[in-house]
Nanobody
Framework: QVQLVESGGGLVQTGGSLGLSCAAS????????MGWYRQAPGKQRELVAS???????SYADSVKGRFTISRDNVKNTVYLQMNSLKPEDTAVYYC??????????WGQGTQVTVSS
């Protein structure tokens, strides 16, 4: 069983920056793809960014050029650096990780609010 603990988030003004982190309680190098999703009120959860164990990344079009995903395989931790934030980035952000068997796990979610 893998547990994901998220940190970061909060309130920021338009144009500001925030960083999120998510640590997986698992054996070293045992986590496969990790990613960040978000869910705004009244909307479906959507993929924001993902990163494979080898470091290949993908981003939603809406965040390309503004958000950067990275990871530390030794610490089993994934990061999301969010720059040039917009009010439409306001959502609960969730971390997702796949273990070595490709079972999926979710974090508890962290609120990001961007004020205009």
């Amino acid at each position: 069983q893998v547990q994901l603990v998220e940190s970061g988030g909060g309130l920021v003004q338009t144009g500001g920056s925030l960083g999120l982190s998510c640590a997986a309680s698992a054996a070293i190098f045992s986590i496969n793809t990790m990613g960040w999703y978000r869910q705004a009120p009244g909307k479906q959860r959507e993929l924001v960014a993902s990163i494979t164990r080898r470091g290949s990344t993908s981003y939603a079009d809406s965040v390309k050029g503004r958000f950067t995903i990275s990871r530390d395989n030794v610490k089993n931790t994934v990061y999301l650096q969010m720059n040039s934030l917009k009010p439409e980035d306001t959502a609960v952000y969730y971390c997702k990780a796949f273990d070595w068997r490709w079972d999926a796990y979710w974090g508890q979610g962290t609120q990001v609010t961007v004020s205009s």
